[in-house]
């Protein structure tokens, strides 16, 4: 597509519950980052996917965060049981297989844990 | 580990005036270091990257080896450069942005 496109936009959930972030990064870019992003901090690394090798999970913050990729296409971070403290904008981008041009980031979805 | 520090979490100016939003990092290789904007309501977006020695809206960075820095600046400050500003570093052989924690640039009229 034109641009990386989340959904949903806005997400409310209750307390344990789980919850499935999507993300669609840009035709043609090998490599996808999911970051969080709590209120007034800066952008926190999640996990990284490039292409077909394993992805690098080291920023995920528990085992009841989980992500995937298929191939080039779509991801989804998954939350299960969730927290308060998982309340944050979880940032999608996508970038060339280098990564040297930066990112392109997607408008990410607010999660709300009530 | 490496770190993105920028030390101001608010930045306010007046318009016409120069601005200077500061970055530091820790790294002893080579990095890559960029600026990334997110204006009111809008996407995060990459500004400008040190390989490239680009301005980008009148903004400059320079990279700074010796006191690991990677100051973003402009001469003169306009309201619509009201905006969070991050920097980001890139190390070699990885793919993954360090941010820091981002400054708030409110230009005043």
């Known amino acids: 597509g034109a641009g990386v496109s989340q959904s949903p936009s806005n997400k409310v959930t209750e307390k344990g519950k789980d919850v499935e972030l999507r993300c669609d990064p840009i035709?043609?870019?090998?490599?996808l980052y999911w970051y969080r992003q709590r209120l007034g901090q800066g952008l926190e690394f999640l996990i990284y996917f490039q292409g077909n090798s394993a992805p690098d999970k080291s920023g995920l913050p528990s085992d009841r965060f989980s992500a995937e990729r298929t191939g080039e296409s779509v991801s989804t971070l998954t939350i299960q049981r969730t927290q308060q403290e998982d309340s944050a904008v979880y940032l999608c981008?996508?970038?060339?297989?280098?990564?040297?041009?930066?990112?392109?980031f997607g408008s990410g979805t607010r999660l709300t844990v009530v | 580990a490496q770190r993105v520090t920028q030390p101001e979490k608010l930045l306010s100016v007046f318009k016409g005036a120069p601005v200077e939003l500061k970055c530091n990092y820790s790294y002893s290789g080579s990095p890559e270091l960029f600026w990334y904007v997110q204006y009111s309501r809008q996407r995060l977006q990459l500004l400008l990257r040190h390989i490239s020695r680009e301005s980008i809206k009148g903004f400059t960075a320079d990279l700074n080896k010796g006191e690991t820095s990677f100051h973003l600046k402009k001469p003169f400050a306009q309201e619509e450069d009201s905006a969070m500003y991050y920097c980001a570093l890139k190390v070699e052989g990885a793919q993954k942005l360090v941010f820091g924690q981002g400054t708030r640039l409110t230009i005043n009229p």
């Open positions: 035709s043609g870019h090998t490599a």
């Open positions: 981008a996508s970038s060339s297989r280098t990564g040297g041009y930066g990112y392109t």
